[in-house]
C-alpha cells in the first residue's frame, strides 16, 4: 500500500494552506475535503477581513482559489470523508485512515483541519424541524425568508451579524438572547439595535417550535418573568457558536473539555509524533479564516520539519 507523505484532514482555509505548503516542500500532500468542502466559509458571503482584498471577496470563491492554488503545486484533492483513524505512538509510526469507513490509507504525517460545526439548541420540535424552517445558516438559507417573519437565537456576534443580513431580506426579525446583555462586539451591538425592523428580547428562551412539517410559530419564555408567549414566524435560525469536528480523534488524540484538540505550546503538534491539528479545530480563541489559514501554514511546516528529523 501506497504511504502517504502527508494527508491533510478537512478543506477549509487551515487545510489549503497547508496543501500549499506541504506541496511546495514537495510532500505531496492529498487532501480529503470532508462533509463540506471549502469549510465553514463557503456558508458565507462577503468576507471583509481577509488581508489582502481591500473590496471584500465572496466566501465560497475564496475557497476556490484557495483549492485552485493548492493544485497548481501538485495538491491531490480528493472528495471523501474520513470516518476512522488509528494514529500511531511511535515516532516515525505509520498513521491509518480510512475514507467513507471503506478504502484504508497510510500517511507518515497528518494535519487534522476538520474545523468546527454548529451548535444547535437541543429541543425535539427544533431537530424534528431542521430543514424544514430551521437553519444554522442566515446567510445559506435567508433568501428562503424574503418578506417573511423570522427569528434568530443566540447573542454572540454570528448572531449579531446574521439578524442584520435577515433584517435586509425579512420582514421582522426577533432576536433572542438569553441573558440580559449580549457577547456580541460592541459594534455589532449597535448595529442590531440601530436596525429598524430587528425586534430584540432579552431573557428570551425557545420553549418549543411549533410546527408540524414546517416552521409556523415559536412558544418563547421570559427567563425572568416566567412569562410565556407564542410568536409567529416561519424561519428559524440558530447562532449559538460551533464544535470542533474532533467524534472520529477521540481516544486517539489530547483534547479540552470542549472537545478542541490540544497542541504543543506555539507548535501545531498533538500529543502523536507526526499528527498535527490545524485551524478551529484546536482554536477556539480566535477562529478567524486568516488565524486558520496561519495555523495551516505552520502545521505543513511542522510535518516537513518532523519528516526531515526521521531520515
Ligand atoms: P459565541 O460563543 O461568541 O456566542 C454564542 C452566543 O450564543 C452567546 O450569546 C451565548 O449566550 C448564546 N448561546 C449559547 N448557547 C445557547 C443556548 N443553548 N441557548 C441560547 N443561547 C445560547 O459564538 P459566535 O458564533 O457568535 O462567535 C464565535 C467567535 O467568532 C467569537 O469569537 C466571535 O467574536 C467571532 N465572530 C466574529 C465575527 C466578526 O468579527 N465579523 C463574526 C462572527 C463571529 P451566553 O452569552 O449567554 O453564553
Known sequence: ???????????????????????RADLKPIIYTGMEPGGQLTTTTEVDNFPGY????????????????????????????????EFSSQ????????????????AETVIISTGASAKYLGIESEQRLRGGGVSACAVCDGFFYKDQNVAIVGGGDTAAEEATYLANICKKVTMLVRKGEMRASKAMQH????????????????EEVIGDQVVEGLRIVNNKT?????????????????????????????????????????????NKPGVFASGDVQDKEYRQAVTAAGTGCMAALDAERYINSLR
Open 226 to 270: 416566567g412569562k410565556k408567549e407564542e410568536i409567529k414566524i416561519t424561519g428559524l435560525f440558530i447562532a449559538i457558536g460551533h464544535k470542533p469536528n474532533t467524534e472520529i480523534f477521540l481516544n486517539q488524540l489530547e483534547m479540552d473539555e470542549g472537545g478542541y484538540i490540544i497542541t504543543d505550546g506555539k507548535t501545531t503538534k498533538t
Open 191 to 206: 448595529r442590531v439595535t440601530k436596525t429598524k425592523n430587528i425586534d430584540l428580547r432579552y431573557f428570551s428562551e425557545i
Open 54 to 85: 481591500p473590496n471584500g471577496v465572496d466566501g465560497p470563491a475564496m475557497m476556490v482559489d484557495l483549492q485552485k492554488q493548492a493544485e497548481r503545486f501538485g495538491t491531490d484533492v480528493r472528495n471523501g470523508h474520513i470516518s476512522k483513524v
Open 1 to 23: 500500500m501506497e504511504i502517504i507523505k502527508t494527508l491533510i484532514i478537512g478543506s477549509g482555509p487551515a487545510g489549503y494552506t497547508a496543501a500549499i505548503y506541504a506541496a
Open 91 to 106: 515516532n516515525g509510526g505509520i498513521h491509518k485512515a480510512w475514507v467513507d469507513d471503506k478504502t484504508e490509507l497510510r
